[in-house]
């Protein structure tokens, strides 16, 4: 038995791979993904090249061990080398995702290629994502539904739900829910979330089957369990109606918010509405009034009139709440007023002389800020003019009689505009002559053209293409498909010019599609910078309220530290309830949570006899209490997993005794009250053992003996 266990070492590195896999895939035991990592890194030294594709998944997707893209790579790169086609799958997805290298889209379509060839079935789904959208590669949207197509008969998931998409949109092909129920059908057994959630559409809307409420809630709660939020969202509004379901609305409530936690739009309205009702959640007008802003935003115009609700709503406590404060103040004030002796006649003259001095610096206040005479508008023809009354009055009328006003036009000014309004008239009448003319002379023309004479044919072209004018209007317009048909005719007849107008006829099409496209961009660019300094603008505005809100909320902190000097018991609670719980309004900290000072201020409000702050006080306490024993529990964590890494180096540097230790450590484990120092590790501590047993350690050599 004994020899048995010292062969572990000298085991095939086919050994260790299958003995590492059997770990993996939990077979014979239970699945241990450290155990199977030691193994098949053993495996892979001894050039196991299947042991380098495992070790490359592992770290690629992160299964069970942190995902490490650049330890995936050498490993893959390694085992593609030596003729795992499947390792060139995974190294493409890190070239197109740019994971572990720089992302380089040929590069990957280059091993998506070399997996296709192999018939790895992620590899045509690859394939078919880069043509279909054109990622290092000419987009071919014919070429990829064939690739899904492929990818579909070989069993991918990926594949079928794409394909279902569509057909549900008739994105290639031609609309058929039918096929695209089947397809979801077959991909449902696995472990997408996407399957389920268009399923339930599918039964919802009774596309490609028949409606079913029933079926289309099941489908949404799968989809839902497995983290798709669309799912979760309908899901709480099918709860919510009763629809293919018995209405459940707390239930619903759990789902929307969800959703709405997750950022689903759509779900923003109904999560305002449970915080404002506070119905099966605990009511925050804070929360509400944020997502219906959010909703607002979105375009719901009804969540304007709720918002606007609930910030009235939220103003009405607060103004609440300052009035609570100031009968407070109030109360304080008149136990002062109360306490304090009568003043005498001394104490009046003192205010008075006080009060006249605080008049004489308001008055100097005021002329600093009075204009000086220097400064003062001044009007020189008032300063200097000297004249009475009557000499002006006189000035004016004189002035009145030398201004020109207009009068009656002579009879040669009348002459002169009637030539001028007769020219005009004629001018318009011959612009519209010769403008008839023009149309008729291309009605002529184009009926030249359509009995097939080559030379009409190319006038009409050529007039589609240069347009005719007629002091400065239209009387044809350009027209280059018109352009186009006509010279082409003309060109089939041999008319020599006809060629040479074609190619200018293409190019003034090209640049006029290349101005439309420049145009269409320049405005898309427009409206994104418009979109965008919209939201920084309403950003901007959030920051400003949320400052506002903050010092508003400092205000009232300020002010209750205030009105807990003077002993009141409501602002002693109120002020260890600010440091216990903080005091947030959107992301600035207007008041850290502080527990030291919380006990402080309840203590003093108990004592001066609030009955509330007894329960707060208690709640304060035990925070404390359990914070402090947190941090005793991590502290000897901490020193327990330190010395626990200390023993492992020193086992890794060959000593037998530490060595012994470990694999000990491993077989009983370690706990340090909740907290799991080393896990039971049966493979690990074989290792260890073995290792220590074939330096001649007595004792590893006899509890090998025992678990044999």
Same mark, same amino acid.
């Given at each position: 038995m004994m020899n048995d266990t010292l062969e572990i070492k000298k085991e095939s590195a086919r050994e260790k791979y299958e003995r590492g896999m059997k770990n993996l895939k939990g077979i014979a035991h239970e699945k241990d993904v450290d155990a199977a990592v030691m193994w098949l890194?053993?495996?892979?030294?001894?050039?196991?090249?299947?042991?380098?594709?495992?070790?490359?998944?592992?770290y690629f997707l992160g299964a069970g061990v942190p995902i490490d893209y650049q330890q995936a790579v050498l490993y893959l790169r390694r085992a593609a080398q030596m003729g795992i086609a499947e390792a060139n799958y995974y190294i493409g997805m890190a070239y197109f995702e740019g994971n572990g290298v720089h992302r380089d889209y040929t590069r990957a379509i280059h091993r998506f290629a070399i997996a296709q060839k192999a018939r790895v079935p992620e590899a045509y789904y690859a394939l078919a994502m880069c043509l279909e959208n054109g990622y290092g590669c000419e987009q071919d949207l014919n070429a990829a539904l064939n690739l899904y197509q492929e990818a579909v008969e070989m069993g991918n998931v990926d594949a079928k739900i794409k394909l279902a998409k569509c057909y549900m949109n008739g994105f290639g092909v031609e609309k058929n829910f039918k096929r695209a129920f089947q397809l979801l059908k077959d991909a449902e057994a696995s472990e997408s979330s996407e399957a389920p959630l268009m399923l339930g559409k599918l039964y919802y809307n009774g596309k490609g089957t028949e409606k079913d409420l029933t079926l289309a809630v099941e489908h949404y709660l799968i989809a839902a369990n497995r983290g798709n939020i669309e799912a979760c969202f309908r899901l709480g509004v099918c709860l919510f109606g009763g629809i293919g379901v018995k209405a459940d609305e707390a239930e619903s409530v759990?789902?929307?918010?969800?959703?709405?936690?997750?950022?689903?739009?759509?779900?923003?309205?109904?999560?305002?509405?449970?915080?404002?009702?506070?119905?099966?959640?605990?009511?925050?007008?804070?929360?509400?009034?944020?997502?219906?802003?959010?909703?607002?935003?979105?375009? !719901?115009? $009804? *969540?304007?009139?709720?918002? =606007? /609700?609930?910030?009235? #709503?939220?103003?009405?406590?607060?103004? &609440?709440?300052?009035?609570? !404060?100031? $009968? *407070?103040?109030?109360?304080? =004030? /008149?136990?002062?007023? #109360?306490?304090?002796?009568?003043?005498? &006649?001394?104490?009046?003259d003192d205010e008075f002389d006080r009060g006249m001095v605080g008049m004489d610096n308001f008055i100097s206040l005021l002329e600093k800020s009075m204009p000086t005479e220097k400064s003062m508008p001044t009007d020189k023809s008032m300063a200097t003019d000297k004249s009475t009354p009557s000499e002006n009055n006189a000035l004016r009328d004189n002035d009145i009689k030398n201004t020109d006003f207009p009068g009656e036009a002579s009879e040669e000014d009348n002459r002169l505009t009637y030539e001028k309004q007769?020219?005009?008239?004629?001018?318009?009448?011959?612009?519209?002559?010769?403008?008839?003319?023009?149309?008729?002379?291309?009605?002529?023309?184009?009926k030249s053209a359509e009995s097939g004479q080559a030379e009409a044919e190319y006038m009409l072209g050529n007039a589609y293409l240069e347009g005719n004018w007629c002091n400065g209007r239209l009387s044809v317009a350009v027209d280059y498909e018109q352009a186009e048909l006509w010279l082409r005719r003309a060109d089939r007849q041999g008319y020599v010019e006809a060629h040479k107008k074609i190619t200018e006829c293409a190019k003034r099409k090209a640049e006029k599609v290349a101005d439309e496209v420049r145009k269409n961009i320049e405005e898309n660019h427009r409206k994104a910078e418009a979109e965008k300094q919209e939201h920084l603008r309403k950003m901007e505005e959030k920051e400003r309220q949320e400052k506002i809100e903050a010092q508003i909320a400092l205000n009232e902190f300020n002010m209750l530290v205030d009105y807990a000097k003077s002993g009141n018991s409501e602002a002693l609670y109120c002020l260890g309830e600010s440091y216990m719980k903080g005091i947030v309004c959107g992301k600035t900290v207007v008041v850290e949570i502080n527990y030291d000072q919380a006990l402080k201020y309840l203590a003093k409000a108990l004592t001066a006899g609030h009955s509330g702050?007894?329960?707060?006080?208690?709640?304060c306490q035990k925070i404390v209490n359990d914070i402090e024993q947190q941090k005793k529990k991590k502290m000897h964590a901490v020193a327990a997993k330190n010395e626990f890494k200390s023993l492992v180096q020193f086992a890794q540097t060959g000593n037998p005794d530490a060595q012994y230790f470990l694999g000990m450590k491993y077989i009983e484990g370690e706990k340090l009250d909740d907290i799991t120092i080393v896990e039971p590790n049966h493979e690990f501590a074989v290792f260890w053992l073995s290792e220590a047993a074939e330096k001649g350690q007595e004792q590893a050599q006899e509890i090998l003996q025992t678990m044999y």
């Open positions: 890194k053993a495996a892979a030294k001894q050039g196991e090249e299947h042991a380098d594709y495992e070790l490359g998944k592992l759990k789902y929307i918010l969800k959703a709405a936690d997750a950022e689903y739009e759509k779900s923003y309205f109904y999560a305002g509405t449970f915080y404002y009702q506070g119905k099966y959640v605990e009511k925050d007008l804070e929360k509400a009034a944020g997502y219906f802003a959010q909703a607002y935003e979105d375009g !719901i115009e $009804e *969540a304007r009139v709720y918002l =606007e /609700k609930t910030k009235q #709503e939220i103003q009405e406590q607060k103004e &609440e709440r300052n009035r609570r !404060i100031q $009968e *407070a103040q109030k109360e304080v =004030e /008149k136990k002062l007023i #109360e306490a304090e002796p009568e003043e005498d &006649e001394g104490d009046l007769n020219a005009a008239v004629s001018d318009t009448v011959a612009c519209e002559l010769e403008l008839l003319k023009l149309k008729q002379e291309f009605e002529q023309l184009k702050a007894i329960t707060l006080l208690g709640e």
